[in-house]
């Protein structure tokens, strides 16, 4: 099981802001992900790193910009946030598969940062 | 393209009821994975369980139990015997072999065990 942290766990903002949600793990996993919540509860990828300076945009376009400078760490950025910005967002990591190894990782989860944009 | 489907929005049982989750997918891939996670009000996902396309053996952990069908591309899970701490938000999901561990995730059914 990893342990994977995420920072602040509830931010209220206004408009306008520029805010980073924090992302760590300390298990070393080369993966990492950042999912969008919806109110509805529908998870949606929004970026994805599979190393050091990788980093890819996900599945559901997102006005937000992601860093991977450290393995461990792996930072939403948010320039100007909106209350179309207002949602749950997760992060995950999974660890590299091993060499000549098949199957899927497993992502696990932080608790995740609840985001309110006023 | 991949897609999974958990027709039942919301569920709601009295404790020591069994309570079955559907979970039915589609894809194209021959070689794929399959996941339940739980989210508890406290908004982190657990994970439950990872099935790969080619192990359509049952699984069972304490009251736990999880049916793979590929012939019916279902993959349901069972909680005997429920307790209000199973009351959560259940997610199904599913990625692709060979390389991309993508998830495509169902919309969830939030489950509700009452006293």
């Known amino acids: 099981e990893a342990d994977i942290y995420q920072t602040p766990r509830y931010l209220v903002i206004g408009t306008g802001k520029k805010i980073t949600l924090e992302c760590s793990q300390t298990m070393g996993h080369d993966k990492m992900y950042w999912y969008q919540q919806d109110p509805g509860m529908e998870l949606h990828l929004i970026h994805y790193s599979y190393g050091v300076n990788s980093t890819e945009k996900g599945d559901l376009s997102s006005e937000s910009t992601v860093s991977r400078i450290r393995t461990e760490h792996f930072p939403l950025t948010l320039e100007s946030a909106r209350p179309s910005h207002t949602s749950q967002y997760l992060c995950a990591s999974s660890p590299r598969r091993l060499a000549g190894g098949v199957g899927t990782d497993t992502q696990y989860f932080g608790p995740g940062t609840r985001l309110t944009v006023l | 393209a991949q897609k999974v489907t958990q027709a039942q929005t919301e569920i709601s049982v009295v404790e020591k009821e069994d309570v079955t989750l559907d979970c039915v997918y589609e894809?194209?891939?021959?070689?794929?994975?399959l996941f339940w996670y739980k989210q508890p009000p406290s908004g982190e996902l657990v994970f439950l369980i990872r099935r790969n396309s080619f192990d359509e053996q049952n699984e069972i952990s304490g009251r736990y139990s999880w049916n793979f069908q590929k012939s019916t591309s279902s993959f349901n899970f069972t909680i005997t015997a429920s307790q209000v701490v199973d009351s959560a938000v259940y997610f199904c999901?599913?990625?692709?072999?060979?390389?991309?561990?993508?998830?495509?995730f169902g919309k969830g059914t939030k489950l509700t065990v009452n006293p």
């Open positions: 999901a599913l990625s692709r072999g060979g390389g991309s561990e993508k998830l495509v």
């Open positions: 894809t194209r891939d021959t070689t794929y994975y």
